[in-house]
């Protein structure tokens, strides 16, 4: 696992998700339905002004999370931040291929069994690959 | 893409939770939605705004409110989390049903124990059925916020299905969906995709129907920043310190978004849940199926303008209204036209007619009859009452005795209030005094029932000193900075506070601090860049997850925000902030009326209706405006006063010099004030000396000059005075044509002698929309009624033209020549729109006459009622000037004279003075002076510490004040002892704190044995006495008036040295004379002026009068922040006269008097200037001395004192005139 911050460029597909990542020259395939979620960005400490009628990316910042693979190697996982209204990605985050976790379609074999004695949702597998909302970043 | 109805949006009317209009909701949903739902915070606040923006927009509106769930905690019922609840339209239960149920619900969620806000799961299971049926009448939406939703962080699994089955098996079957919502944040977060997952396998799991929606805060992405500051506003807390924590939105996501959107929504929840097409369609067809079944028919679910009255049994009528109305009226012509023979009778006969047609036409009988009896009751509590505005137009209101003005005598038009054209409800106008106005609504709701009357609420939004603070409380900007930054915004709209700053000359010293912030900003910048756009990202600093603030380096420090706290200002402009009573809104309906509307407590404990008066003509309410006027109250007590004084009829005919057989005084000496003739003398010589103050409507600085020009000889003129002063007519520039064809000047102008009938009264000017109405009537020939329509259409862009093609085209068809057509033409457009109605001048006219004849006859009782309900736009400390002025004594303070009342008191010299009220002591608390008032008289210092048991602080005071003086004194007599005031404070202060001691309380009933006051007869003397200059000091601070002296009289020898002219000499001097004048500020106003140019009026007091003082921009420019912040100022100007008894300064330049740096001269600024300050030792803040602030005429509209005309209304438009004719501009 490693700390980027390195700008990539990022085509999309035509349902409007991340097809292809360009990063270093080598373009990627990204597996099909990242994940994507926002996350809030301080913008009282980061913008110099707010007028009205503006504000897109200013409350908060797309992330997607990405399975990549040119192919060759065994694919592997990076986290992206989409800033807008510039459109610029760069990515935040990249998971060494041992770092297993599951991505796409995570939940679908979630089981609803509880955990025998204490009550947590098996679900809470989720949490295992989510970074929390610092972590990426902080230590940079 | 399918269409997709958004059933959970929040609007503006969400205070400090939502972010946008109605309108601006339903354009956004109008794009690929049939329908949309509201559901505001706890109310239906914004929910007639919606039906009315939906019916606009073609799409059918849904009701529905954000409720809180309560449940029992440890400290009682708390808050556990929020659901929606949506009201069933007609299609499966009667229409109404679901609306009305909705209405009681909201209702009973504000009737909680303890001011808590919302239902139970229990009460909420029980008030979604309609009671006669048994079916569900409305559908609660267990969303993201619900309990439910709530129990899923920490990744529980039994506890949210432990809430889920128990909501389950409370609420009826039907009458709950579960609400998915994605804001799509962090992954496991609440508002993430996984959350909703989660929810949506709940449903799966206990089979409980899923729909869609996105919980929309606002209409448009870039609306989410706007959302951040109401999070900080609302929780009050700034977001830095809210961040992740629950009181901020979790992402931006909360707009409302395109059915394409939604659908990737649903999609990433379906998919990441694991489920595949079926599911999707389901929920899609879910949601849609709920809007159909919660669609609402404005006119069948929720009476859409069909206005509801008061049964007749609850009016007591024993036949239908139309004929009692009629039967009423005619009794009242019998009484009020008693002498009306022949041709006159008739005419008065024929207007009864067509008023009764008219009314009884659109069905408004019962309201007229509801209204007298309103009136009536108000009469028989022994309140005094005036009808005000149009309804003084109508013959009928008069025969009712609504109404007090004769509306034949003084030519006032019916089609002006009420016609046949008109579908909207008459507003009909009470007066009473304001110190009865809570009982006069509690006597309303006991005379027509709870269940019928609710009071009218009002909006309350976010003007620009507002917005500012909780902009600044947001960035986490320093309080003290963010108040001064505040006081300086004067009249403008929060948002165009950036376009102020370039302007306004009083915000130049923080439009540079803006400009320098962003200068030194300017080292954030490389990588405050990337914040939006990740161009640069050096340190990695920015993205996602950096949330404290507090130890990055790039937090900002002291004004690097300024630039963003503009913005945010601009952002919150106008938006809601809370609701209130209405100062003067009565809604009265039928038995039904708790169906039709949701009612919480108000501030005096009465319900009020969570409509406020926009929507009362929606929604078919009658609103009666009952006004608390304190003037009224003032007159009232003024007579009462004369009564006590003088309790005979001959005693009080000889005080006031009236006749003695006076028939307006009965034999008690009580005086009718609405019996005296309108034709006194000594009233209007009163007013033509100008020495107006305190009578209403014609105190203000610009008042006194026109009536001073005008010189009025009769009651009409007043009437026509009063309707001059207003902004249309000096925008205009009506009033110097009219002054000088009134003096004959200037020969009277009429365009068309056809018109000389209409606009005799006034040589020729137009100034009454009676006028426009006349004008229509005889030009075109169209009919009254259709004239106030064409009068309404005048000024609207969109209206005007084709009235103007109208008027033209009938106009040349009856061979008026194209000269006169487009004179007449050019005076209805500039006028017509803003001209006064008659009616409402001649209903102020009557307490204006009536005051100034109080104040002509019985002064010093009128005074006495002026100081005791403050009725003006002056502090009361201008008051001690105009009774120095009168010869008035101020009586001081005196622990046994005074009472808890400014009262009137005769002097041993026989004259009538006014003794200070005890309760204008600074910190007498109600306790305490129950207690000075039920012990009096006391015999000595002891005798009062004991039987009031005062507080040491308290006792000081009065002994500062003088109170104790006569107690001192007659123990000085009977001793010798020559110790002072200050002596007597220094003891009082020395005595030890009271105990509270039971047993040296007198047991009741014992009658205090007379002694002398050994304590105060044995003072030490030692203390020198206070000056003049303190005495004065602690007046201010103590009482807020400057009683012994004025408080300008310490600058006395400064002013002075400097060559500065008193207030009383400026009449004597030449027009155009340089002048340096100084005093306290009492008003500032800065009125709107014809060319967009701002005029700021500032009046000061220097004891000898007031000098009004008018800056035009350069000397606006030149005086800065001084002009709205300071109150002690030193004015060079240049005289202008106004008239024969009227002058102003313009200024040119203007000092702050503290300021002694920037002052012009060497002359050494007194030592005891600083009294005026404000800040002294009880900490009074400078408010309560300085001049009442008026601002807008918007606030003033929201202001119950200024509606009256008696703050910011008439002095605002007064000044106007100060440059309307005196031809500055």
């Given at each position: 696992m490693g700390i980027f911050s390195e700008a990539v460029d990022v085509m999309y597909s035509a349902q409007g998700e991340p097809a292809q990542l360009v990063w270093h020259g080598t373009v990627y395939d990204v597996a099909p339905h990242p994940l994507c979620w926002y996350e809030r960005r301080p913008w009282w400490e980061r913008d110099e002004r707010l007028p009205p009628g503006t504000g897109v990316g200013a409350v908060d910042t797309q992330i997607w999370r990405m399975v990549l693979s040119d192919g060759g190697a065994p694919p592997f996982s990076l986290d992206v931040a989409h800033y807008r209204p510039a459109g610029r990605w760069r990515v935040i985050k990249v998971y060494d291929a041992e770092d297993s976790f599951r991505t796409d379609g995570a939940l679908d074999g979630a089981d609803d069994d509880p955990l025998e004695g204490e009550d947590i949702d098996p679900l809470d597998g989720v949490d295992d690959f989510c970074p929390g909302p610092g972590e990426g970043l902080d230590g940079a | 893409m399918r269409s997709f109805v958004h059933l959970h949006t929040s609007s503006a009317f969400s205070a400090h939770f939502g972010v946008s209009w109605p309108q601006e909701m339903?354009?956004?949903?109008?794009?690929?939605?049939?329908?949309?739902?509201?559901?505001?915070?706890?109310?239906?606040?914004?929910?007639?705004?919606?039906?009315?923006?939906?019916?606009?927009?073609?799409?059918?509106?849904?009701?529905?409110?954000?409720?809180?769930?309560?449940?029992?905690?440890?400290?009682?019922?708390?808050?556990?989390?929020?659901?929606?609840?949506?009201?069933?339209?007609?299609?499966?239960?009667?229409?109404?049903?679901?609306?009305?149920?909705?209405?009681?619900?909201?209702?009973?969620?504000?009737?909680?124990?303890?001011?808590?806000?919302?239902?139970?799961?229990?009460?909420?299971?029980?008030g979604v059925l309609d009671s006669s049926s048994g079916k569900p009448a409305l559908t609660v939406l267990l969303g993201p916020d619900s309990p439910v939703a709530r129990a899923l962080n920490g990744n529980r699994y039994l506890l949210p299905r432990t809430r889920f089955l128990k909501w389950r098996a409370a609420m009826p079957v039907g009458s709950m969906v579960v609400e998915i919502v994605s804001h799509q944040s962090t992954p496991g977060a609440p508002m993430s995709t996984a959350h909703a997952v989660r929810m949506l396998k709940l449903a799966q799991e206990f089979d409980v129907p899923a729909v869609l929606s996105n919980a929309v805060r606002y209409a448009r992405e870039v609306d989410a920043p706007t959302a951040d500051v109401l999070d900080a506003a609302r929780n009050i807390a700034p977001l830095r310190a809210l961040d992740r924590h629950e009181g901020l939105q979790r992402t931006g996501r909360a707009w409302l978004k395109s059915a394409a959107d939604m659908s990737v929504v649903a999609r990433e929840v379906i998919h990441q849940g694991g489920w595949g097409g079926a599911e999707l369609r389901q929920l899609w067809a879910n949601t849609a199926q709920l809007a159909d079944k919660c669609r609402l028919d404005p006119v069948a679910d929720l009476g859409w303008k069909t206005p509801r009255t008061p049964e007749s049994q609850v009016l007591g009528l024993s036949q239908p209204a139309t004929a009692e109305l009629r039967q009423r009226t005619e009794a009242g012509l019998n009484r009020r036209f008693a002498g009306l023979r022949g041709e006159k009778l008739l005419a008065v006969r024929h207007r009864l007619e067509t008023e009764l047609t008219t009314i009884s036409g659109l069905e408004f009988d019962s309201y007229f009859l509801t209204v007298a009896e309103v009136s009536e009751m108000i009469r028989s509590m022994g309140v005094r009452r005036a009808a005000r505005g149009s309804g003084a137009s109508s013959l009928v209101n008069y025969l009712l005795g609504i109404s007090a003005v004769d509306p034949i005598a003084n030519d006032l038009l019916f089609e002006r209030f009420l016609s046949r054209d008109r579908s909207t409800l008459p507003d009909i106008d009470l007066d009473v005094e304001s110190a009865e106005r809570h009982n006069v609504y509690r006597r309303i709701f006991e005379r027509f029932g709870s269940e019928r009357v609710t009071l009218m609420s009002m909006q309350n939004s976010y003007r620009a000193r507002g917005a500012v603070r909780d902009a600044g409380l947001a960035l986490g900007m320093d309080k003290g900075e963010i108040d001064r930054i505040a006081k300086q915004l004067w009249r403008f709209s929060a948002g165009s506070f950036r376009e102020a700053l370039e302007e306004k000359p009083e915000l130049r010293d923080f439009a540079a601090r803006v400009r320098e912030s962003r200068e030194l900003g300017g080292s954030h910048r490389e990588y405050d860049a990337f914040g939006t756009d990740g161009s640069e990202l050096p340190d990695g600093t920015d993205g996602p997850g950096i949330h404290d603030g507090g130890g990055l380096d790039g937090g900002r420090r002291g004004g690097a925000q300024l630039d963003l706290l503009v913005d945010l200002t601009e952002r919150l402009d106008s938006l809601p902030r809370h609701i209130s009573m209405h100062p003067c809104g009565v809604i009265l309906g039928d038995a039904a009326l708790l169906d039709r509307t949701p009612v919480q407590p108000s501030g005096m404990g009465l319900p009020m209706s969570q409509f406020d008066k926009h929507d009362m003509d929606a929604m078919g309410m009658l609103k009666l405006d009952v006004l608390g006027v304190r003037m009224q109250s003032a007159m009232a007590y003024a007579v009462r006063e004369v009564i006590r004084l003088h309790p005979s009829k001959e005693a009080v005919a000889a005080e006031g010099g009236h006749a003695p057989d006076a028939p307006f005084i009965d034999g008690t000496g009580a005086i009718d004030l609405d019996a005296v003739p309108l034709d006194d003398e000594p009233t209007f010589e009163l007013i033509r000396s100008t020495h107006t103050l305190g009578c209403f409507q014609i105190e203000s600085p610009g008042q006194r000059e026109l009536v001073g020009k005008m010189a009025p000889a009769e009651f009409n003129d007043l009437i026509i005075d009063i309707s001059l002063f207003r902004p249309g007519p000096m925008q205009s520039n009506m009033v110097k044509p009219f002054l000088e064809s009134r003096a004959g000047f200037a020969a009277e102008h009429y365009p068309h002698p056809d018109l000389i009938p209409a606009l005799k009264e006034t040589h020729g000017v137009t100034v009454f929309h009676e006028q426009v109405l006349r004008t229509f009537h005889v030009m075109t020939g169209c009919t009254l009624s259709r004239a106030d329509e064409f009068r309404r259409a005048l000024g609207k862009e969109d209206l005007e033209p084709a009235v103007e093609a109208y008027f033209r085209e009938k106009t040349a068809a009856r061979g008026y020549t194209p000269s006169v057509i487009d004179e007449v033409w050019g005076t209805l457009k500039a006028f017509g729109s803003f001209g006064f109605c008659k009616a409402h001048g001649a209903a102020f006219a009557v307490p204006t006459y009536q005051s100034a004849w109080l104040k002509a006859h019985h002064p010093a009782e009128f005074l006495a009622g002026l100081w005791e309900h403050d009725p003006g736009m002056y502090p009361r400390r201008l008051l001690v000037a105009e009774a120095r002025r009168l010869g008035i004594p101020i009586l001081p303070l005196d622990i046994n004279a005074s009472t808890g009342e400014y009262r009137a008191e005769r002097t041993p010299e026989g004259t009538t003075g006014i003794r200070l009220s005890l309760a204008g002591v600074y910190g007498l608390s109600g306790t305490e002076l129950k207690r000075i008032l039920a012990a009096q008289p006391y015999d000595s210092l002891a005798d009062l510490r004991d039987r009031a048991r005062l507080s040491r602080p308290i006792l000081k005071r009065l002994a500062q004040l003088g109170a104790l003086d006569s107690l001192h004194s007659k123990a000085k007599e009977l001793t010798g002892n020559t110790a002072n005031r200050a002596d007597l404070v220094a003891h009082v202060n020395s005595l030890p704190v009271r105990a509270a001691n039971k047993r040296s309380e007198p047991i009741t009933g014992q009658i205090p044995l007379p002694m002398e006051d050994v304590e105060l007869g044995a003072l030490a003397a030692e203390h020198p006495a206070p000056g003049m200059a303190e005495t004065v000091r602690t007046e201010l601070d103590l009482l807020s008036l400057d009683v012994s002296e004025h408080l300008m009289g310490s600058y006395a020898p400064y002013l002075d040295a400097l060559g500065v002219h008193r207030a009383e000499e400026l009449l004597g001097l030449r027009n155009n004379t340089e002048v340096l004048v100084a005093g306290v500020r009492i008003a500032t106003q800065t009125p709107p002026m014809r060319g967009g140019k701002r005029v700021v009026f500032i009046s000061v007091d220097d004891g000898t009068g007031c000098v009004d003082t008018v800056f035009f921009t350069e000397a606006q420019e030149k005086s800065g922040p001084l002009l709205f912040g300071t109150r002690m100022l030193l004015i060079r100007g240049l005289t202008r006269r106004t008239g024969p008894r009227g002058i102003t300064v313009q200024a040119l330049e203007a000092w702050d008097l503290h300021d002694t740096a920037s002052l012009p001269g060497t002359v050494e600024v007194p030592r005891t200037a600083g009294i005026a300050q404000g800040t002294g030792v009880a900490g009074i803040p400078p408010v309560l001395v300085g001049a009442r602030r008026t601002d807008t005429i918007e606030e003033a509209h929201s202001n119950p004192r200024m509606l009256l005309g008696q703050g910011a209304v008439h002095d605002k438009q007064g000044v106007t005139s100060a440059s309307g004719y005196t031809d500055h501009h």
């Amino acid at each position: 696992m490693g700390i980027f911050s390195e700008a990539v460029d990022v085509m999309y597909s035509a349902q409007g998700e991340p097809a292809q990542l360009v990063w270093h020259g080598t373009v990627y395939d990204v597996a099909p339905h990242p994940l994507c979620w926002y996350e809030r960005r301080p913008w009282w400490e980061r913008d110099e002004r707010l007028p009205p009628g503006t504000g897109v990316g200013a409350v908060d910042t797309q992330i997607w999370r990405m399975v990549l693979s040119d192919g060759g190697a065994p694919p592997f996982s990076l986290d992206v931040a989409h800033y807008r209204p510039a459109g610029r990605w760069r990515v935040i985050k990249v998971y060494d291929a041992e770092d297993s976790f599951r991505t796409d379609g995570a939940l679908d074999g979630a089981d609803d069994d509880p955990l025998e004695g204490e009550d947590i949702d098996p679900l809470d597998g989720v949490d295992d690959f989510c970074p929390g909302p610092g972590e990426g970043l902080d230590g940079a | 893409m399918r269409s997709f109805v958004h059933l959970h949006t929040s609007s503006a009317f969400s205070a400090h939770f939502g972010v946008s209009w109605p309108q601006e909701m339903v354009e956004a949903a109008a794009v690929d939605g049939d329908a949309l739902g509201i559901a505001d915070r706890d109310g239906l606040y914004g929910a007639v705004k919606h039906v009315k923006a939906c019916m606009a927009g073609g799409i059918d509106p849904i009701i529905g409110v954000d409720l809180a769930v309560l449940e029992e905690g440890a400290g009682g019922l708390e808050t556990a989390g929020r659901v929606v609840v949506l009201a069933h339209g007609g299609t499966l239960l009667p229409a109404g049903t679901g609306y009305g149920a909705l209405c009681r619900l909201i209702s009973s969620a504000h009737a909680q124990p303890g001011n808590r806000v919302g239902l139970t799961l229990e009460q909420l299971a029980a008030g979604v059925l309609d009671s006669s049926s048994g079916k569900p009448a409305l559908t609660v939406l267990l969303g993201p916020d619900s309990p439910v939703a709530r129990a899923l962080n920490g990744n529980r699994y039994l506890l949210p299905r432990t809430r889920f089955l128990k909501w389950r098996a409370a609420m009826p079957v039907g009458s709950m969906v579960v609400e998915i919502v994605s804001h799509q944040s962090t992954p496991g977060a609440p508002m993430s995709t996984a959350h909703a997952v989660r929810m949506l396998k709940l449903a799966q799991e206990f089979d409980v129907p899923a729909v869609l929606s996105n919980a929309v805060r606002y209409a448009r992405e870039v609306d989410a920043p706007t959302a951040d500051v109401l999070d900080a506003a609302r929780n009050i807390a700034p977001l830095r310190a809210l961040d992740r924590h629950e009181g901020l939105q979790r992402t931006g996501r909360a707009w409302l978004k395109s059915a394409a959107d939604m659908s990737v929504v649903a999609r990433e929840v379906i998919h990441q849940g694991g489920w595949g097409g079926a599911e999707l369609r389901q929920l899609w067809a879910n949601t849609a199926q709920l809007a159909d079944k919660c669609r609402l028919d404005p006119v069948a679910d929720l009476g859409w303008k069909t206005p509801r009255t008061p049964e007749s049994q609850v009016l007591g009528l024993s036949q239908p209204a139309t004929a009692e109305l009629r039967q009423r009226t005619e009794a009242g012509l019998n009484r009020r036209f008693a002498g009306l023979r022949g041709e006159k009778l008739l005419a008065v006969r024929h207007r009864l007619e067509t008023e009764l047609t008219t009314i009884s036409g659109l069905e408004f009988d019962s309201y007229f009859l509801t209204v007298a009896e309103v009136s009536e009751m108000i009469r028989s509590m022994g309140v005094r009452r005036a009808a005000r505005g149009s309804g003084a137009s109508s013959l009928v209101n008069y025969l009712l005795g609504i109404s007090a003005v004769d509306p034949i005598a003084n030519d006032l038009l019916f089609e002006r209030f009420l016609s046949r054209d008109r579908s909207t409800l008459p507003d009909i106008d009470l007066d009473v005094e304001s110190a009865e106005r809570h009982n006069v609504y509690r006597r309303i709701f006991e005379r027509f029932g709870s269940e019928r009357v609710t009071l009218m609420s009002m909006q309350n939004s976010y003007r620009a000193r507002g917005a500012v603070r909780d902009a600044g409380l947001a960035l986490g900007m320093d309080k003290g900075e963010i108040d001064r930054i505040a006081k300086q915004l004067w009249r403008f709209s929060a948002g165009s506070f950036r376009e102020a700053l370039e302007e306004k000359p009083e915000l130049r010293d923080f439009a540079a601090r803006v400009r320098e912030s962003r200068e030194l900003g300017g080292s954030h910048r490389e990588y405050d860049a990337f914040g939006t756009d990740g161009s640069e990202l050096p340190d990695g600093t920015d993205g996602p997850g950096i949330h404290d603030g507090g130890g990055l380096d790039g937090g900002r420090r002291g004004g690097a925000q300024l630039d963003l706290l503009v913005d945010l200002t601009e952002r919150l402009d106008s938006l809601p902030r809370h609701i209130s009573m209405h100062p003067c809104g009565v809604i009265l309906g039928d038995a039904a009326l708790l169906d039709r509307t949701p009612v919480q407590p108000s501030g005096m404990g009465l319900p009020m209706s969570q409509f406020d008066k926009h929507d009362m003509d929606a929604m078919g309410m009658l609103k009666l405006d009952v006004l608390g006027v304190r003037m009224q109250s003032a007159m009232a007590y003024a007579v009462r006063e004369v009564i006590r004084l003088h309790p005979s009829k001959e005693a009080v005919a000889a005080e006031g010099g009236h006749a003695p057989d006076a028939p307006f005084i009965d034999g008690t000496g009580a005086i009718d004030l609405d019996a005296v003739p309108l034709d006194d003398e000594p009233t209007f010589e009163l007013i033509r000396s100008t020495h107006t103050l305190g009578c209403f409507q014609i105190e203000s600085p610009g008042q006194r000059e026109l009536v001073g020009k005008m010189a009025p000889a009769e009651f009409n003129d007043l009437i026509i005075d009063i309707s001059l002063f207003r902004p249309g007519p000096m925008q205009s520039n009506m009033v110097k044509p009219f002054l000088e064809s009134r003096a004959g000047f200037a020969a009277e102008h009429y365009p068309h002698p056809d018109l000389i009938p209409a606009l005799k009264e006034t040589h020729g000017v137009t100034v009454f929309h009676e006028q426009v109405l006349r004008t229509f009537h005889v030009m075109t020939g169209c009919t009254l009624s259709r004239a106030d329509e064409f009068r309404r259409a005048l000024g609207k862009e969109d209206l005007e033209p084709a009235v103007e093609a109208y008027f033209r085209e009938k106009t040349a068809a009856r061979g008026y020549t194209p000269s006169v057509i487009d004179e007449v033409w050019g005076t209805l457009k500039a006028f017509g729109s803003f001209g006064f109605c008659k009616a409402h001048g001649a209903a102020f006219a009557v307490p204006t006459y009536q005051s100034a004849w109080l104040k002509a006859h019985h002064p010093a009782e009128f005074l006495a009622g002026l100081w005791e309900h403050d009725p003006g736009m002056y502090p009361r400390r201008l008051l001690v000037a105009e009774a120095r002025r009168l010869g008035i004594p101020i009586l001081p303070l005196d622990i046994n004279a005074s009472t808890g009342e400014y009262r009137a008191e005769r002097t041993p010299e026989g004259t009538t003075g006014i003794r200070l009220s005890l309760a204008g002591v600074y910190g007498l608390s109600g306790t305490e002076l129950k207690r000075i008032l039920a012990a009096q008289p006391y015999d000595s210092l002891a005798d009062l510490r004991d039987r009031a048991r005062l507080s040491r602080p308290i006792l000081k005071r009065l002994a500062q004040l003088g109170a104790l003086d006569s107690l001192h004194s007659k123990a000085k007599e009977l001793t010798g002892n020559t110790a002072n005031r200050a002596d007597l404070v220094a003891h009082v202060n020395s005595l030890p704190v009271r105990a509270a001691n039971k047993r040296s309380e007198p047991i009741t009933g014992q009658i205090p044995l007379p002694m002398e006051d050994v304590e105060l007869g044995a003072l030490a003397a030692e203390h020198p006495a206070p000056g003049m200059a303190e005495t004065v000091r602690t007046e201010l601070d103590l009482l807020s008036l400057d009683v012994s002296e004025h408080l300008m009289g310490s600058y006395a020898p400064y002013l002075d040295a400097l060559g500065v002219h008193r207030a009383e000499e400026l009449l004597g001097l030449r027009n155009n004379t340089e002048v340096l004048v100084a005093g306290v500020r009492i008003a500032t106003q800065t009125p709107p002026m014809r060319g967009g140019k701002r005029v700021v009026f500032i009046s000061v007091d220097d004891g000898t009068g007031c000098v009004d003082t008018v800056f035009f921009t350069e000397a606006q420019e030149k005086s800065g922040p001084l002009l709205f912040g300071t109150r002690m100022l030193l004015i060079r100007g240049l005289t202008r006269r106004t008239g024969p008894r009227g002058i102003t300064v313009q200024a040119l330049e203007a000092w702050d008097l503290h300021d002694t740096a920037s002052l012009p001269g060497t002359v050494e600024v007194p030592r005891t200037a600083g009294i005026a300050q404000g800040t002294g030792v009880a900490g009074i803040p400078p408010v309560l001395v300085g001049a009442r602030r008026t601002d807008t005429i918007e606030e003033a509209h929201s202001n119950p004192r200024m509606l009256l005309g008696q703050g910011a209304v008439h002095d605002k438009q007064g000044v106007t005139s100060a440059s309307g004719y005196t031809d500055h501009h």
